[in-house]
């Protein structure tokens, strides 16, 4: 039996987390990260003091200790400065991976371990084995349409060593049904959706308090003027709302194929793999981090460039700078720098890195 230090976010996976590990007789203690509190003029919709309220009484129904850790400096440092900075500098950064890494197994473990506790656990969907000689590894979740493996993929082994997925074991409706019948009252608290601490309000409401626009035109791959757009910051590779630019017929939709940042032009083109800078299968791949074996010699596995995206067959070569190439069998559409590439060997998590350079 160990003693485990939770994070409790008042929503119903990692209040399942805690009932599990209570019913399998461990010591349990319920952590709130306080990381955002929508601080005066900021747009944001985090709901932390209800969120604050739902963990405190999940503790309470479990009867274990339930403590709100002050993260607030740590997570504007590394969350959301890193965030900022991104957009500013043109990539797609993604939070939520970080926010593993840096927070939750991060400053949040470092905390745990200074008080006496062995593992932080946590209601993502993804699983871990221990193998045997004090090393672990990350699978992806029981459910495969809930499986958040992609956002561990920046974990290091030293991280997964200590961390605990009980709610990962199950498929949703399974977990629905463990709170239900430990009376939680999160059991049917809506999931919640987005980046956490912006709730409901855009990313590009939320970065205008930070990055001023700066209005250009909207050219299609011959130069022709379409539109205008309200600076390069706000738009990713790929997508197809937003920009104002209208299909003109059924089928037929423009997307964000590039940006040409000396001129402060947006250029879309049609959402097919002939336009040219919407597909690629080479890219760099930097910051990269693995569990179990280091990417030290030319490799086969798969890679999976969003969270929603499927994993694909790429070769991976270990370069001298520390970063690796990457060649996807198949082209990929819109692959981004900033964004988070994982990768896979079947069900096993290997790692990750960010994208640096796609071509
Ligand atoms: N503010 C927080 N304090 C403590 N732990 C947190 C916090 N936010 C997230 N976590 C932990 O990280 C896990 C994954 O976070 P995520 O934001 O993806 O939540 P989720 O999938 O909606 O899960 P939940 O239903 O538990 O909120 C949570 O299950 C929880 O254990």
Known sequence: MAKVLVGLSGGVDSSVAAALLVEQGHEVTGGYMKNWINAEGIPGDCPWEQDIEDARAVAKTLGIEFRVIDLID????????????????????????????????????DYALSQGFESVATGHYARRRSLGDGTAAILRGADP???????????????????????????????????????????SK????????????????????YIPESP??????????????????????????????????????????????????????????????LYASRCVVGNVSTINEPFDRKMRCEAQPRYRAKAEPVEVTPREDGKVDVVFLKPQRALSPGQI???????????????EWVG
């Open 74 to 109: 740590a997570y504007r440092d590394r969350i959301v400065d890193y965030l900022v900075e991104g957009y500013r500098n043109g990539i797609t950064p993604n939070p939520d991976v970080w926010c593993n890494r840096e927070m939750k197994f991060g400053v949040f473990l």
């Open 145 to 187: 349409n809930k499986d958040q493996s992609y956002f561990l993929s920046l974990m290091t082994q030293a991280q997964a060593a200590r961390a605990l997925f009980p709610a990962g074991e199950m498929l949703k409706p399974q977990v629905r049904e463990v709170a239900e019948r430990f009376n939680l009252p999160t059991a």
């Open 190 to 209: 809506k999931d919640s959706q987005g980046i956490c601490f912006l709730g409901q309000v855009k990313m590009s409401d939320f970065l205008g308090h």
């Open 216 to 277: 250009g035109e909207i050219v299609d791959p011959t130069g022709k003027v379409m539109g205008t757009h309200r600076g390069l910051h706000l738009y990713t590779l790929g997508q197809r709302k937003g920009h104002g630019v209208a299909s003109p017929r059924e089928g037929m939709a423009y997307v964000v194929v590039g940006k040409d940042v000396a001129a402060n032009r947006l250029i879309v083109g049609w959402d097919t793999p002939e336009s040219e800078g």
């Open 341 to 355: 590439c994982a990768f896979y060997d079947g069900g096993r998590l290997m790692g990750g890195g960010v994208f």
